[in-house]
């Protein structure tokens, strides 16, 4: 629905435009547009036309100068800043699972190379990796919940707590015009923020594990596991 509304407010801006333009070349004191459009259609004479013809050109100029300005000093600023901000964030998500997908294999293997943390960034890869039996009766995710200690959940959450900043600074900077981007970075900052308490006990282990599934994965309890990033795509379509 807010794609629709911006699409016709595009349509609107360039309707008056191409109306304005119409009102500059049809209106100006000298007729050549006029005269000629006259030789094609039956032009209706207006008492005190000069007027008139005055009024609706000054009502074209300021139109197209209106919009001029408004191009110039609010969408284009605008969309310089969104870009920029969806750069920035796009980096930051990156560096987010890096360090996340780092921590995870410290606490599954004690240890983990750079190119291990690249290639596990893919959601394909990172499930293949952790479904992987490393014993009869365990997978290597089960491996790492088991293992997990407080200071890699606090690892964890500190490396969440910043990427949730990133979210705040994106929802508080730039105007997202679409409902779907601006309703899921919502619902993401508040998962991040739900596991803002989580210690070694079970429970609390256990909820960390499904939203480290969620994101990392890309498991989605309706759809199943996704092609693509779904975050990466909400950054995509801001």
């Known amino acids: 629905m807010t794609k629709i509304r911006r699409h016709w407010l ?3 801006l360039f309707l008056i435009a191409v109306i304005s333009a119409a009102a500059i070349i049809l209106f100006h004191e000298q007729p050549f547009a006029r005269e000629w459009v006259c030789q094609t259609i039956k032009c209706v004479t207006l008492p005190n036309g000069g ?6 050109y000054d009502l074209g100029i300021g139109g197209l100068t209106s919009l001029m300005f408004y191009f110039l000093l609010v969408r284009l600023p605008e969309g310089q800043k969104r870009r920029r901000v969806k750069r920035s964030l796009s980096g930051h998500y990156r560096a987010f699972r890096k360090d996340l997908i780092s921590t995870i294999l410290a606490a599954t293997e004690g240890s983990y190379d750079y190119d291990t943390v690249e290639k596990l960034l893919d959601q394909r890869a990172f ?7 490393v014993s009869e009766s365990e997978e290597r995710w089960h491996r790492f919940l088991n293992r997990l ?20 600074f994106l929802l508080n900077t730039i105007y997202i015009a679409d409902d779907e981007p601006f309703e899921f970075f919502k619902r993401l900052s508040a998962a991040i923020y739900a596991q803002k308490d989580v210690t070694p006990e079970y429970d609390p282990v256990k909820q960390l594990a499904g939203f480290l599934w969620n994101l990392l994965a890309g498991w989605d309890w309706v759809s199943g596991y996704r092609e693509r990033d779904v975050v990466q795509e909400m950054i995509e379509a801001i």
């Open 10 to 12: 595009d349509f609107l």
């Open 51 to 56: 007027a008139w013809y005055k009024i609706a």
């Open 127 to 133: 499930r293949e990796h952790f479904k992987e039996k």
């Open 149 to 168: 200690e407080e200071h890699h959940i606090r690892d964890l959450l500190t490396t969440m707590e910043i990427f949730r900043d990133e979210i705040s």
